[in-house]
């Protein structure tokens, strides 16, 4: 199964957001797993880095990205990308849609987000973390 994480689960994975750290992180270690294939996009991952500097640093912020990015897929964000978000009139957040087509582009059947209602013109399936545990995994 190939999942997309947005930006806020990483985010509340890189700086131990509890409570939402619990759930993000096991979905982030799916990674391993053979069932599951990880995505994100460079932007949830300038994201993340934005927020992980603040509060660990820059060095600290840099080294915690670059063990992301060896455990997980990234998403092309290209031309067609960007067009196809720009011309969905459905989309109101550009990012969100950003993230959206990223994910469709590679092949992702679900998005896990917090935010679930930020993905409100999905056309696939839009899990929180713990939704997404509970569903796929394991009962928690």
Request: proline share 1%; charged share 20%.
């Amino acid at each position: 199964m190939k999942v997309f994480l947005d930006a806020n689960v990483i985010v509340s994975v890189l700086n131990k957001e509890y409570p939402l750290f619990t759930y993000a992180s096991r979905v982030l270690s799916l990674a391993d797993n053979q069932k599951f294939e990880i995505y994100t996009s460079p932007i949830c991952l300038a994201i993340a880095f934005y927020f992980a500097e603040k509060k660990s640093g820059t060095a600290l912020a840099k080294k915690k990205i670059s063990v992301l990015a060896e455990s997980i897929n990234i998403s092309a964000v290209d031309k067609h990308t960007v067009q196809r978000a720009a011309g969905n009139i459905k989309v109101n957040d550009f990012e969100d849609g950003l993230e959206f087509y990223a994910a469709i582009e590679s092949g992702c059947t679900c998005i896990v987000t917090e935010d679930i209602g930020d993905f409100y013109f999905s056309n696939i399936e839009v899990l929180d973390s713990k939704a997404f545990l509970n569903k796929y995994v394991i009962a928690i």
